[in-house]
Nanobody, 115 residues
Framework: QVQLVESGGGLVQPGGSLRLSCAAS????????MGWHRQAPGKQRELVAT???????NYADSVKGRFTVSRDNAKNTVYLQMNSLKPEDTAVYYC?????????WGQGTQVTVSS
């Protein structure tokens, strides 16, 4: 069992920035794929970004050019740098670890973009 703890959410004005962190309770394996997902009120959870152990990244079209996912394997931590935030980015952001057929989720952190 791997526990994931997100932090860094909050209230920010449109155009602002936030950095989310996700700390894992165990070391990363080479097969691990880390991801960030989000769920806005009344909507389904959607993929935001993923990063492999080798550093390959993938982004949803809606965040390309604004969000950057990174990982620090020595600290068992994944980050999501969010710039040029828009009101439509408001959601609960969840960290996810995919390990083969297993998936682990954090408890989520709220991001609210509003003036």
């Amino acid at each position: 069992q791997v526990q994931l703890v997100e932090s860094g959410g909050g209230l920010v004005q449109p155009g602002g920035s936030l950095r989310l962190s996700c700390a894992a309770s165990a070391v990363f394996f080479s097969i691990d794929v880390m991801g960030w997902h989000r769920q806005a009120p009344g909507k389904q959870r959607e993929l935001v970004a993923t990063i492999t152990s080798g550093g390959s990244t993938n982004y949803a079209d809606s965040v390309k050019g604004r969000f950057t996912v990174s990982r620090d394997n020595a600290k068992n931590t994944v980050y999501l740098q969010m710039n040029s935030l828009k009101p439509e980015d408001t959601a609960v952001y969840y960290c996810n670890l995919g390990r083969g057929s297993y998936a682990f989720w954090g408890q989520g952190t709220q991001v609210t973009v509003s003036s």
